[in-house]
């Protein structure tokens, strides 16, 4: 099975939300709006670097598509935030809760999407790490 790589990005001047492939370059450093980076003609819109994460390949259980910096929810009524672990060469999920950090495969949960974390950092108590 092909995964989709596609990352998204929050606009500097409107902070809308853009879907696509990051466009490094002298005119523009953002992400192309096209869902088909090979095609030519994308437009280019600047994004807060800071926000640039990348698509997991795996949607909630509602069919939301999870990117890292997602914030969710699980079966077990854990919040959690995905990010890439370095360590597992994954995506994953990491849990604060009194200052211990658990690791989770995102593979392996049931989980729902309710925000992500710069338009909703008050969702993870102790904030984000």
Known sequence: MKREIKFRGKRIDNGEWVYGMPAFNRDCTGIDKIEEPMKAGG??????????????????????????????????YRKSIIYWSEKMARFAFRENRKKTEFYLVIEHL?????????????????GYR
């Open 43 to 76: 437009i280019c819109r600047l994004v807060d670097p800071e926000t640039v994460g990348q698509y997991t390949g795996k949607k909630d259980i509602e069919g939301n598509e999870l990117y890292d910096g997602d914030i969710t929810i699980d079966e077990f």
């Open 110 to 126: 049931k989980v729902k999407k309710i925000g992500n974390r710069w338009d909703n950092p008050d969702l993870l108590e102790g």
